[in-house]
């Protein structure tokens, strides 16, 4: 098996918050079939907070530990807050991943991202699709 | 913990009386086998009983046995030294789109060296129709490879058939034989091949020994410069453990083949009945009856194999996978993808090979381990709620 850490493990053996939102505030995607794995968040918001946050996730080990441990980190937290989740912070969260499992950490923050956005869009505010990055770049 | 290990393709355990033919050779008969000294006699005696065995196993003859560090290696030689012995009759090659790396990426690297490369296309099953061979076939072909089976779905192709055409045509043929040598009978004269490439460990032998077999008087490049073994084609002081090893792992499964065969299918058509009963949306990969006697491949929608290699591990079973995320090299299988399956489907790709220790209990096992697997990653995927709502 791929050389996961142990939290990396305990999250897909036991993944938290997985479903759906009944009528949630705001729901994003991101990924594709094709390239392997796709993440969908359902969030609901209260007083400018994350009050709920599910996901549906199709893809490998690591896919599944990050919509996991995403789920876990932008629950209770402002939206400015989880907008500033970084693909490295959600790595370093599961006690790092390999090398070239790297990108699943970014498919789990801008779902949750995308989420957001769809729901201040549908509050009728203008946003701009934005992508989430490492601000320190690319690890290797 | 129960357990079982379903990825026999990968490898084959080592026979326990394979490796005590292997072990004098680690110790009091470690001569090199060139020596003319007295230190050399027994290495070289066994060197060659080992080629005997191993030419027997094909039909083929002892001086037609080279042998090589692995199955990879011998198809790095048969392609890369076929074409270089052979480019003053043209400089193009056909192979198939499904071949292993070892073909397909010497393929890749004939074109660096200034050869034209056609990759010929196989159907749903994964079957080369030898129509496409006939087709893809010029005047300046000198080469076409064609893979006996294939490791990945098992499809086992017409290889006689194809080797007719390429013959006809005044090129070489080469075969393969990795997933098959060792598996089902060969003989290479009812193939009319020209060279067939097999490995060891995939019949119970060791790891580091391979062979191609060329028939006799055919001209090849050695992939290797130096001293005069393998008759000059194959140089280093031979790997003698597990070239013994191969020999001793032919000559049983030589004397054992039907029994190990009428074994494995058992097994492989009990999980293709009973696996598609248990579980809904599943696909059997490959062809129905044209496929290796211990394989049963699957797509298993709406979910991706590394998740499901990954439960099943924790239930001791050990299975493989050509979804896009169980490859270092993060890409779907090119066997799936050409065999024209959709990316998603793909991805729910999982793969069981069978071997001699395998028993009834343990496909009962994996049957009874599966479902609740495949429940649990649906309930979690968003593929699988869109198709219940319809939406695909």
Same mark, same amino acid.
């Given at each position: 098996?791929p ?11 036991n993944p938290?918050?997985?479903g ?5 505030d705001?729901?994003g ?12 968040f359902?969030?609901k918001?209260?007083d400018?907070r994350?009050a709920?946050?599910?996901?549906k996730t ?8 990050v919509?996991?441990i995403v789920?876990e980190?932008?629950?209770g ?7 500033n989740?970084t693909?490295t912070m959600?790595a ?5 991943l ?5 990108h699943?950490s970014n498919?789990?923050?801008q779902?949750l ?7 201040l869009?549908?509050q009728g505010?203008?946003?701009k ?5 490492? /601000?320190?770049?690319e690890?290797e | 913990?129960?357990?079982?290990y ?5 490898t084959?355990?080592l026979? +326990?009386?394979?490796?005590?033919t292997?072990?004098p050779?680690?110790?009091e ?10 230190w050399?006699d ?5 060197l060659?009983d080992?080629r ?5 196993l094909?039909g083929?003859r002892p001086e037609?046995i080279?042998?090589t560090?692995?199955g990879?290696?011998a198809?790095?030689f048969?392609l ?5 012995? /052979?480019?003053s ?6 192979i198939s789109a ?7 990426h ?5 074109e660096?060296?200034?050869f034209?490369?056609?990759?010929v296309?196989?159907?749903?099953y994964?079957?080369?129709?030898p ?13 076409v490879?064609v893979m006996?089976?294939?490791g990945?779905?098992?499809t ?9 055409i ?11 034989a ?13 193939l009319?091949v020209d060279?067939?490439?097999m ?8 790891k ?6 060329l ?5 090849i490049?050695?992939?290797?410069d130096g ?9 280093g002081?031979?790997?003698l453990?597990a ?14 083949i039907?029994?190990r ?10 999980l293709l009945?009973?696996l598609?009963a248990a ?7 490959g062809h +129905?009856?044209?496929r290796?006697p211990?394989?049963a ?8 194999g ?17 979804s896009?995320?169980t490859s270092r090299?993060l890409?779907a299988? /090119?066997?799936?993808t050409?065999?024209g399956?959709?990316?998603e489907?793909?991805?729910g790709?999982l793969l069981f090979?069978?071997?001699q220790q ?7 096992y994996?049957v ?9 990653l649906?309930?979690?995927s ?6 219940l709502?319809?939406?695909?």
């Amino acid at each position: 098996m791929p050389v996961y850490s142990e939290k990396v493990m305990d999250h897909f053996m036991n993944p938290r918050n997985v479903g759906e939102i009944e009528n949630p505030d705001g729901v994003g995607e991101e990924g594709n079939p094709v390239c392997g794995d796709m993440m969908t968040f359902y969030i609901k918001v209260a007083d400018g907070r994350l009050a709920d946050v599910k996901y549906k996730t199709f893809g490998c080990g690591a896919a599944i530990a990050v919509a996991s441990i995403v789920s876990e980190m932008g629950k209770g937290k402002t939206l400015e807050e989880v907008r500033n989740i970084t693909p490295t912070m959600v790595a370093n969260e599961l006690g790092g991943l390999p090398k070239n499992k790297f990108h699943c950490s970014n498919l789990g923050a801008q779902a949750l991202n995308n989420a957001i956005d769809d729901y201040l869009r549908k509050q009728g505010k203008e946003v701009k699709s934005r992508e989430v990055t490492n /601000h320190d770049e690319e690890e290797e | 913990m129960k357990s079982a290990y379903l990825d026999n393709q990968a490898t084959t355990p080592l026979l +326990p009386e394979v490796l005590e033919t292997m072990l004098p050779f680690f110790k009091e008969s470690f001569g090199n086998a060139q020596s003319l000294h007295d230190w050399g006699d027994a290495p070289r005696e066994a060197l060659e009983d080992a080629r005997a065995e191993v030419a027997k196993l094909i039909g083929g003859r002892p001086e037609e046995i080279i042998f090589t560090a692995s199955g990879t290696e011998a198809n790095n030689f048969a392609l890369k030294g076929l074409a270089q012995a /052979h480019q003053s009759k043209g400089k193009h090659v056909v192979i198939s789109a499904i071949e292993h790396f070892s073909v397909l990426h010497s393929a890749r690297t004939l074109e660096k060296w200034g050869f034209e490369v056609t990759l010929v296309p196989v159907d749903g099953y994964a079957l080369v129709d030898p129509k496409d061979v006939a087709s893809a076939m010029r005047k300046e072909t000198i080469l076409v490879s064609v893979m006996h089976a294939n490791g990945e779905v098992g499809t086992i192709q017409p290889v006689a058939e194809i080797a007719k055409i390429v013959t006809a045509a005044g090129a070489l043929f080469h075969t393969d034989a990795v997933a098959t040598a060792g598996t089902i009978p060969i003989d290479v004269a009812e193939l009319g091949v020209d060279a067939l490439s097999m490995a060891a460990n995939q019949f119970y032998g060791p790891k580091g020994a391979g062979a191609l077999w060329l028939r006799k008087g055919t001209r090849i490049i050695p992939l290797l410069d130096g001293g005069v073994q393998e008759g000059g084609r194959r140089a280093g002081t031979e790997n003698l453990p597990a070239i013994v090893g191969m020999g001793k792992a032919a000559e049983i499964a030589k004397r054992d083949i039907q029994s190990r065969m009428a074994k494995l299918v058992g097994l492989r058509d009990m999980l293709l009945h009973r696996l598609p009963a248990a579980i809904d949306h599943v696909l059997v990969t490959g062809h +129905p009856t044209q496929r290796l006697p211990g394989h049963a491949s699957f797509c298993i929608e709406f979910i991706e194999g590394e998740s499901m290699l990954m439960l099943l591990s924790s239930k001791g079973i050990a299975a493989s996978s050509g979804s896009t995320c169980t490859s270092r090299a993060l890409k779907a299988s /090119h066997v799936l993808t050409a065999m024209g399956l959709p990316a998603e489907i793909v991805q729910g790709s999982l793969l069981f090979t069978f071997g001699q220790q395998i028993t009834e209990g343990d496909v009962g096992y994996l049957v009874e381990v599966l479902p609740p697997i495949v429940d649990r990653l649906r309930q979690m995927s968003p593929l699988y709620a869109d198709f219940l709502k319809g939406r695909r």
